[in-house]
């Protein structure tokens, strides 16, 4: 069964949605991240995406004391991505109570690097993020594009030891209009080893269900949740 992976991105501090990346469609839900947190936990969700934007904006992880109140204020399994650009970087986001990092922008940008840390830490922790503009990587928090093919980025990364990827179509992010079925099932088709989580688009209850359906591994959940498209109470089938 697929599972549920809500999202709390933070900027300044709060907790906001964008659309398709763009910081000028900023909308605070919350200015407590922690307060959310609690009730994602109290509804039964052990997972949690945790974005720092200003991090990924800034390229250096900015929003740690946001990771370390949820860390140790909740049981959820939080995985952080945003500004995770070195060492530094990722002993903050490890020691602030994060169980996986997602190396996003500094996978493409220092490969080298980003091996180092498969090799030492593992592909249980972390986690590969494959942002995607058509079938190319965008990179920091979407706001550049680069050359490198999706399926040449996965494959790579498999051969260096990662095991799970998120995947986000940036087309869809936050707009509400259906996740990149299509592109999931590819991936799952070209590339099973991964433990592939599904990001940007959901909308409704049947897409979750049919990402289901299609064998996809994992799914994040923002905006939908944000907004009452989809409630808490309504994912408790996937919350086993």
């Given at each position: 069964m697929?599972?549920?992976i809500p999202a709390i991105d933070i900027i300044d501090g709060k907790s906001v949605r964008l659309s398709k990346g763009d910081f000028a469609t900023q909308k605070v839900y919350y200015e407590n991240p922690l307060d959310v947190a609690k009730l994602f936990e109290d509804a039964g969700v052990r997972r949690l995406h945790l974005v720092d934007l200003d991090g990924a904006r800034s390229k250096q992880v900015v929003n740690w004391k946001v990771l370390e109140r949820i860390a140790s204020q909740t049981n959820l399994v939080i995985d952080f991505?945003?500004?995770?650009?070195?060492?530094?970087?990722?002993?903050?986001?490890?020691?602030?109570?994060?169980?996986?990092?997602?190396a996003g922008s500094i996978a493409v940008k220092n490969p080298d690097k980003v091996r180092a840390w498969?090799?030492?830490y593992g592909g249980g922790k972390i986690i590969l993020g494959a942002d995607v503009h058509g079938r190319q990587i965008a990179i920091h928090g979407w706001q550049e594009a680069s050359n490198v093919d999706?399926?040449?980025?996965?494959?790579?990364?498999?051969?260096?030891?990662?095991?799970?990827?998120?995947?986000?179509?940036?087309?869809?992010?936050g707009m509400l209009a259906g996740p990149a079925f299509?592109?999931?099932?590819?991936?799952?088709a070209k590339q099973p080893d991964y433990y592939l989580i599904a990001s940007g688009g959901v909308s409704k209850m049947e897409d979750v269900e049919r990402l289901n359906d299609d064998g996809i591994d994992a799914v994040i959940i923002g905006k939908a949740i944000y907004e009452g498209r989809i409630h808490l109470a309504d994912l408790e089938g996937f919350l086993c």
């Open positions: 697929i599972t549920i991505g945003g500004g995770v650009q070195s060492d530094d970087d990722l002993r903050i986001v490890f020691e602030g109570g994060a169980a996986m990092v997602t498969l090799q030492q999706l399926f040449d980025f996965l494959e790579n990364y498999r051969k260096a030891g990662a095991r799970q990827v998120i995947c986000t179509d940036v087309s869809k992010d299509e592109l999931y099932r590819e991936i799952k």
